[in-house]
């Protein structure tokens, strides 16, 4: 379990530098071309390529962001329970997460090979779409590897209580 743990953090954590690297180049190249249609000159397809980071620096921060529970949630009244009945609320949204990006990642898998099969292109640039559907899938498998993980943890969490 230790090295699932270790694998997990791992991958979440290149996953998240990636996920900041596109996101700094989103912000240049937004700069670059508000500049360049200030100066008549835009940037051609800078639309396309800041949507595609976008979905990039997205896809690589989701696996980091529930590792660290950086997700908003509305604990209000849910602090007020005891440590059990936490736990047991958090393995039932944990077990609904779960089930909805192992979803979402097959329908996302198959989506990517039915963009691929048809051979569909971004609108200005050209650029195949399925490539970054894909990526996206493989950030979704990760994250919903990380949810797995934390619903083992809050099991072994209860069990204990």
Request: glycine letters at 8%; charged letters at 15%; hydrophobic letters at 55%.
């Given at each position: 379990m230790e090295s699932f743990r270790k694998m997990l953090v791992l991958l979440s954590d290149k996953l998240k530098v990636v996920g900041a690297v596109?996101?700094?180049g989103m912000a240049i190249l937004t700069c670059l071309d508000v500049i360049g249609r200030l100066l008549?000159?835009?940037?051609?397809g800078s639309v396309e390529l800041v949507s595609f980071?976008?979905?990039?620096?997205?896809a690589c921060s989701l696996p980091f962001?529930?590792?660290?529970?950086?997700?908003?949630?509305?604990?209000?009244?849910?602090?007020?329970f005891s440590s059990k009945v936490?736990?047991?609320?958090k393995l039932c949204t944990e077990t609904l997460s779960l089930?909805?990006?192992?979803?979402?990642?097959?329908?996302?898998f198959a989506?990517?090979?039915k963009v691929r099969n048809s051979g569909e292109l971004s609108m200005n640039l050209q650029l195949p779409e399925y490539m970054i559907i894909f990526l996206l899938a493989c950030c979704l498998v990760i994250l919903t590897l990380t949810i797995f993980y934390s619903i083992l943890?809050?099991?072994l969490k209860l069990k204990k209580s």
């Open positions: 596109f996101l700094f008549k000159h835009p940037i051609f980071m976008g979905v990039i620096a997205i962001t529930h590792m660290e529970e950086g997700h908003i949630g509305v604990e209000l009244v849910v602090r007020k936490r736990n047991i609320i089930i909805l990006f192992s979803l979402v990642t097959w329908k996302m989506h990517g090979m943890t809050t099991i």
